[in-house]
């Protein structure tokens, strides 16, 4: 029988992935701002989440790096928190005592878990992961944009049980609508090449209040999008829409 | 239509004095509008828990209010004695529509819910301007009679509710700490018995819907095996003012299997 899989978003990116008894939480999102709003329910308090081997982080933006919420939860600080050079130094700052920094295409392991940094671009630095363990692999998008060096992800770390995208095609309005997300048909043309089990879309909800939505970012928030544009090009791909909180088994 | 009303009078511009604490009280006379167009969400035989995430999504992505009351006698709440009947509790959420001072409200209801939107509705209360029926129970269809729920085992009970019931989502338990059990949907057949009777339907409810003067969205799971889609474009073709949707890939709880595709459905229409 093959190690259980399973995730559940606690919301927007954070997700909490389970194979067999290894806990990985990503991306930590707990709290919200003026401009800031998760636009769905938080699944978990930070001081609900239980035992976590691995915090896995792809880059220093508040909505995915929010080790203030942890550490004013009294999340144990001595928790592996694995992310690139830029949220290494952050973490470090806020006293997280396991950090490992690695850049797209390192490893680092976890007893029994193997966590890959792999290639992202976003508007700041950003990396996305693969993350295996027990046979089970795991590509987690982040709210990286999609790039060419992605594709190369099958070849090296074969089929892929659950791919977690971003979908929303964020744009940042005083960028010039700058895209630094991944949009609904972006996910699904790089979902074609990885060909996962199962496809989990998230980062969709996320809004900037009502003027912020008009003025910050622009941002599409409905993920019937990217499920029905990989229906469209790759249609064998299993895609679920889960609320927060709904726990997914992969097959 | 329903009885016409002054307008502006259901929910009027109230101007009203508010004490605060700001470095010393302070006495503010604020005007207060609010246009804001709520959902009032009816649960079925299964309890709000069905209901809870749907409310939750549609709460956040329309930035509306959303209303899911309890029918009392679900999940352990008090049942008194008046409420003999669906349209004695329709009755009760007309009231409560009156006493919140709602207007332009939207009604939801899945399976019994659905049932008791029709019947809200059909009080024809000028606080309600429409509803959305998802796998509706309640009508009597001849050749489509609704599945018994009440000798089902759950694994049965699971595999007529849901599209793909190895798939059927675990709502997360009230207190946020398991990722739910596997017991799925059990409807509170006692609680429903005590409004619908034990036949669970009304052979009067299909004549009546013809009453209906306001739009309604009827919503079906395409794989619903407890009330099945013909039976659903049945309910539909009762309503005068009625559109009839299938959800694909989706069975008797739309909210809890394919709840995005609900609420896509729910806002597409109309567009
Ligand atoms: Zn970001
Ligand atoms: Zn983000």
Redesign the pocket.
């Known amino acids: 029988m093959r190690t259980p899989l399973t995730v559940t978003r606690i919301a927007?990116?954070c997700q909490l992935i389970e194979i067999g008894n290894i806990r990985i939480l990503t991306d930590p999102w707990f709290t919200q701002t003026e401009t800031y709003y998760p636009g769905e329910p938080l699944h978990l308090a930070a001081d609900a989440l239980g035992p976590i081997d691995a915090l896995v982080v792809s880059h220093e933006?508040y909505?995915?790096c929010d080790l203030d919420a942890l550490v004013a939860a009294g999340f144990d600080l001595a928790t592996p928190l694995i992310g690139p050079g830029t949220v290494a130094t952050l973490a470090r700052g806020k006293g997280f005592r396991d950090i490992r920094a690695i850049e797209a295409w390192e490893s680092t392991t976890v007893a029994g878990l193997t966590v890959t940094a792999t290639p992202g671009a976003h508007g700041v630095h950003e990396v996305t992961f693969v993350i295996q363990a027990d046979g089970r692999t795991v590509f987690f998008g982040?709210?990286s944009l999609r790039v060419p060096e992605m594709d190369a992800i099958p070849q090296r770390f074969g089929p892929i049980d659950l791919a977690i995208l971003?979908v929303n095609g964020?744009c940042i309005r005083p960028m010039n609508l700058a895209q630094v997300?991944m949009n609904a048909e972006d996910a699904a043309a790089l979902t074609a090449v990885l060909r996962p089990t199962l496809a989990v879309p998230h980062?969709y909800a996320?809004h900037s209040g009502r003027l912020g939505d008009r003025m910050i970012t622009k941002g599409d928030q409905d993920p019937r999008h990217y499920a029905d544009a990989v229906a469209r090009i790759a249609p064998d791909i299993d895609v679920r829409l889960a609320l927060p909180g709904v726990a997914v088994t992969v097959p | 239509m329903s009885t016409p009303v002054p307008a502006g009078t259901l929910r009027p511009t109230r101007t009203r004095t508010v004490d605060v604490e700001s470095g010393g009280p302070a006495e503010i006379t604020l005007q207060d509008r609010d246009r804001t167009r709520p959902f009032l969400l009816l649960h079925g035989g299964g309890g709000p828990a069905t209901m809870a995430g749907f409310a939750d999504l549609l709460a956040e992505r329309t930035h509306s209010r959303v209303l899911l009351p309890t029918h009392p006698g679900f999940a352990g709440t008090p049942k008194p004695d008046a409420l003999t009947d669906v349209t004695a509790l329709a009755r009760a959420y007309v009231a409560l529509l009156d006493q919140l001072d709602l207007q332009d409200v939207t009604l939801v209801g899945n399976s019994f819910g659905g049932w008791l939107a029709a019947e809200i509705a059909l009080l024809g209360s000028p606080r309600v301007s429409g509803a959305v029926i998802i796998d509706g129970v309640g009508i009597e269809v001849e050749g489509h009679p609704p599945t018994d729920v009440t000798g089902l085992t759950p694994a049965q009970l699971k595999a007529h509710s849901f599209h793909d019931p190895s798939k059927a989502p675990v709502p997360p338990k009230a207190d946020g700490n398991e990722s739910g059990n596997d017991s799925g949907p059990s409807p509170d057949v006692r609680a429903l018995i005590g409004y619908t009777g034990p036949t669970m339907s009304d052979p009067t409810l299909a004549g009546r819907l013809g009453d209906l003067h306001v739009p309604v969205l009827v919503l079906w799971g395409e794989s619903d095996r407890i009330v099945t889609p013909a039976y659903g474009r049945a309910y539909a073709a009762a309503i005068p003012m009625a559109t009839f949707t299938l959800l694909p890939r989706t069975g008797h709880l739309p909210q809890v299997e394919t709840p995005e595709e609900l609420l896509g459905a729910l806002l597409d229409l109309g567009r």
């Open positions: 927007h990116a933006h909505d995915h982040g709210d971003p964020l997300v980062h996320f």
